[in-house]
């Protein structure tokens, strides 16, 4: 490869890692051409870009990108591939869904907005994380839960209180 390509294999890795605030590292090495077909078929429905690049192109692109990969660039090693996505949880549910058929591919680490994840005892972590909309969502139910209550609790009393003086008025006295 020349110095020109390479170039622009880490201008476009800068471009990728300043565009997605997700970046998982995968090792997908052992697949054959038609499993690497059928899982790129797979990440592409699901929104996700997947880039193969050498270690060391990989690494002059996370200096460039001038973002903090922390110990993610200590996972480049062997064979990388790299997944672009913008919800946090595609990649890591599209490798675990890939996973029912064959035992690849490995997750080495991931980025996550400012967070990083190593290795591949983290991916249930990832599954799990909630996105900002959902916590806001939650906050949202619980603050709403107990006005909600009390609202309820009024009606249903007030109900109840007209119900008893409406007998009470119209008792024979």
């Known amino acids: 490869m020349k110095k020109e390509e ?5 201008d476009s ?3 990728k890692f300043s565009q997605y605030k997700n970046v998982y590292i995968t090792d997908i090495a052992s697949l054959n051409a038609q499993k690497t077909s059928d899982l790129r078929r797979m990440l592409f429905k699901n929104n996700i ?3 193969v690049a050498k270690n060391t192109l990989i690494k002059k692109a996370f200096e460039k990108s001038g973002r903090d990969f922390g110990a993610l660039t200590d996972t480049l090693k062997g ?3 790299i997944m672009f996505c913008e919800d946090m949880k595609a990649p890591a549910k599209a490798i675990k869904e890939f996973r029912k058929k064959d035992s690849i591919p490995a997750l080495k680490g991931a980025c996550i907005d400012t967070d990083v994840f190593i290795g591949d005892n983290q991916l249930d972590a ?3 994380l909630k996105s900002k909309n959902e916590l806001i969502g939650e906050i ?3 603050l709403q839960s107990p006005a909600q209550n009390v609202i309820s609790a ?3 009393g007030g109900k109840t209180i007209a119900g008893v003086v ?3 008025s119209e008792r024979p006295e």
Do not use: D, R
């Not at 390479?6 to 880490?10: A, Q, R």
């Open 13 to 15: 890795l800068v471009e």
């Open 140 to 142: 949202i139910g619980l």
């Open 166 to 168: 409406k007998t009470l």
């Open 126 to 128: 990832l599954m799990a």
């Open 154 to 156: 009024l009606q249903s």
């Open 79 to 81: 064979n990388s591939a």
């Open 49 to 51: 870009t997947l880039e």
């Open 6 to 10: 390479k170039e622009l294999v880490i």
